[in-house]
């Protein structure tokens, strides 16, 4: 099931990815795994903390992490959604805008 699909912005690379006011998350840490379109996975599932800045859902402590590893840049595309298999599990997708 998707959550949300995003475009990233310079302030969602800097300041941590700011959720869709439709994307329903609840405040919590994410187990997340996270995949290029290709199919290539990061090597270890990345804890995402999702809080609560200025009223609008958050993702920070675990994101910058990502961001990184996956080389994003602004203009890039995440697809955030769960599969559930046995119990909740979340996964990225990432796609380059380039």
Same mark, same amino acid.
């Given at each position: 099931?998707?959550?949300? &699909?995003?475009?990233?912005?310079?302030?969602?690379?800097?300041? +941590?990815? #700011?959720?869709? *006011?439709?994307?329903?998350?609840? !405040?919590?840490?994410?187990?997340?795994?996270?995949?290029?379109? @290709? $199919?290539? *996975?990061?090597?270890?599932? #990345?804890? =995402? !903390?999702?809080?609560?800045?200025? $009223?609008?859902? #958050?993702?920070?402590?675990?994101? !910058?992490? =990502?961001? *990184?590893?996956? +080389?994003? *840049?602004? $203009?890039? &595309? %995440?697809?955030? /959604?769960?599969? %559930?298999?046995?119990? @909740?599990? /979340?996964?990225?997708? #990432?796609?380059?805008? +380039?």
């Amino acid at each position: 099931m998707e959550i949300f &699909t995003k475009q990233l912005t310079p302030v969602d690379l800097e300041r +941590g990815l #700011v959720l869709p *006011r439709d994307s329903n998350l609840e !405040h919590r840490e994410l187990s997340t795994i996270v995949e290029s379109s @290709a $199919g290539t *996975r990061l090597p270890d599932p #990345v804890a =995402i !903390h999702c809080s609560t800045r200025s $009223g609008r859902l #958050v993702f920070t402590r675990g994101w !910058h992490d =990502i961001a *990184r590893d996956a +080389g994003l *840049r602004s $203009g890039d &595309t %995440v697809t955030f /959604y769960q599969e %559930v298999n046995g119990g @909740a599990q /979340y996964k990225m997708r #990432v796609r380059n805008a +380039g």
